[in-house]
C-alpha cells in the first residue's frame, strides 16, 4: 500500500537521547534503580526570578500572539546580550526568536538548503545536525575529529572538506557531545579558511557558551571573523543557561535577508514563541546572572569529579571537556571483551546495553558520530555520579 510518510524521511532517525529516555522509563517503571547519564538538560528548576517573570506575564494578560520575529523588548535584550558578552553587533531586523534554538537551526536549513547543498559538520556532533541537513534536501559532510585533536576541526580538515557544493559549516562550541571548545586563535584559523570560500556561511551554536571551565573561556566564532558577518548565523539560547528547556525559546542572529527568510517560515509554521516564555526570557538576559554562575560552578565540580573516578576504571579513558556538561570517554579498551550475560562486547552500543543491566544508563558515542565512545551527561547530582561512575566500574570489572 502507498506509504503516508513522506519518502524524505526515511533519512531521519529517531532521536538517540529520546530513545535512551523511553529505555530509562520503561526499566523504572519495572522496579529497576536506574541511574540516568543521559540527560541532555540542566537538573537545576528555572531560577525563581525568571518564574515570577512569567507569572507576571499572565497576570498582566501577555498571553496573546506576539510579532513573529519576536517582541520588540525581547529582541532588544538579546542584541544587548550579543554586544555586552560577545562583542557582536545586530539590528532589530538581524535578529528572530524561535521556539528553541533547535527551531532556529531547522529553520535556517529550511531556509537556505537547496537540493544537494553540501553541510559540513565536524563529529563527534550533535546528533540532530545531520538529520535536520537531510530532511531539508541537504547533504551532511562529516568530518572525524578525534580525541587526539581534542575532538576539533582543524583548519587543513576544513580546507580539505569544503567543495563547490558546500553551503554551511556548523561550529558548535562548547560542544555536545565533548564538551570541547574552540580557543581564539582555532576560530581565527577556521575564520581564514572560510574567509576563501565566499559561497560557504558559519552557523555557530553557542547555546552551551556559560560552561565553561577553568581557563577556558567562550569565544564567538563571529568575533574571531568578523569579515563573515555578511555570512554568519549565531545561534543560542535559554534553554541550558537557565535552565529553561521547557519554555522553549532561542534565536538567531544574522543577515537581514536570512533572518526575514526564517521569519518567513515561523509566520507560516509556529508563529511565534510564547509570549509568556518571551516575557521571562527578558528577565533572565537582563535580570541577575548569578544563577548562571553558581550552576557553572556546580558543573565544574562534577566534571572534575566524574573525570577522575571514570579515568580510574581500567579501559576508560576520559578527557577533561572544557565546557558543557558532557563527558565523552573512550571505551575502546572494553571491546573484545565478554560481559557476564556471556555476550562479546563488540561496540560502544554493546557497552552501553551492558551498563544498562548494571543500572546506568548513558549513550553510544555511534549516535554522536564517534564509534568507541559513550556520551555521559553529568547534568546530575555528585550522589548520582559517584553512584553511576560505582555501578560503571562494577560492569567493567564483570568482563572477563
Ligand atoms: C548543541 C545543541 N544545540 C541546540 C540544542 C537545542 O536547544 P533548544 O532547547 O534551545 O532547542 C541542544 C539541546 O540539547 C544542543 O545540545
Not at 117 to 141: F, H
Amino acid at each position: 500500500m502507498d506509504s503516508i510518510v513522506a519518502s524524505r524521511f526515511s533519512v531521519i532517525k529517531p532521536s538517540p537521547s529520546m530513545a535512551a529516555k523511553a529505555r530509562v522509563d520503561a526499566l523504572r517503571a519495572s522496579g529497576k534503580s536506574i541511574i540516568d547519564f543521559t540527560l541532555g538538560e540542566p537538573d537545576f528548576d528555572t531560577p525563581p526570578h525568571i518564574v515570577q517573570a512569567g507569572i507576571k506575564a499572565l497576570q498582566l494578560g501577555q498571553t496573546r500572539y506576539t510579532s513573529s520575529m519576536g517582541t520588540p523588548s525581547l529582541r532588544a535584550a538579546i542584541i544587548q546580550k550579543l554586544k555586552n558578552e560577545n562583542g557582536l553587533t545586530f539590528t532589530p531586523n538581524e535578529v528572530v526568536v524561535g521556539v528553541g534554538a533547535k527551531h532556529i537551526i531547522f529553520t535556517a536549513l529550511m531556509a537556505s538548503l537547496e537540493p544537494g547543498d553540501e553541510v559540513i559538520i565536524p563529529a563527534p556532533y550533535w546528533v540532530s545536525y545531520p538529520d535536520m541537513v537531510s530532511i531539508n534536501g541537504g547533504t551532511p559532510v562529516i568530518v572525524y575529529c578525534p580525541a587526539a585533536s581534542g575532538f576539533k576541526l582543524t583548519p587543513a580538515q576544513l580546507e580539505a572538506a569544503v567543495t563547490d557544493k558546500t553551503r554551511w559549516l556548523i561550529l558548535n562550541t562548547p560542544g555536545n557531545p565533548t564538551g570541547a571548545v574552540y580557543s581564539a586563535d582555532e576560530l581565527s584559523a577556521l575564520g581564514e579558511v572560510l574567509r576563501r570560500h565566499e559561497r560557504v556561511w558559519l552557523m555557530s551554536d553557542e547555546i552551551y557558551e556559560h560552561f565553561v571551565y577553568g581557563a577556558a573561556r567562550h569565544v564567538a566564532p563571529l568575533a574571531m571573523a568578523p569579515y563573515l558577518s555578511g555570512r554568519a548565523l549565531v545561534i543560542n539560547g535559554l534553554s541550558k543557561a537557565y535552565a529553561m528547556t521547557g519554555w522553549r525559546l532561542g534565536y538567531g542572529a544574522g543577515p537581514e535577508s536570512l533572518i526575514k527568510a526564517i521569519n518567513l517560515v515561523i509566520t507560516q509554521s509556529t508563529t511565534c514563541a510564547s509570549a509568556v516564555s518571551q516575557f521571562a526570557g527578558i528577565e533572565a538576559l537582563t535580570g541577575p546572572q548569578a544563577c548562571v554562575e553558581d550552576v557553572a560552578r556546580a558543573y565544574q565540580q562534577r566534571r572534575d569529579c566524574i573525570v577522575s573516578l571514570l579515568n580510574a576504571i581500567p579501559g576508560i579513558e576520559c578527557l577533561c571537556p572544557d565546557g558543557a556538561f558532557y563527558v565523552f570517554p573512550s571505551v575502546a579498551g572494553l571491546l573484545g571483551k565478554r560481559a557476564a550475560t556471556g555476550e562479546t562486547l563488540h561496540s560502544d552500543i554493546d557497552v552501553m546495553n551492558d551498563m544498562l543491566d548494571h543500572g546506568v544508563a548513558l549513550i553510544d558515542g555511534t549516535s554522536y558520530g564517534m564509534a568507541g565512545h559513550l556520551r555521559i551527561s553529568f547534568a546530575t547530582s555528585t550522589d548520582m555520579i559517584e553512584e553511576g561512575c560505582a555501578r560503571i566500574g562494577q560492569a567493567v570489572r564483570a568482563l572477563s
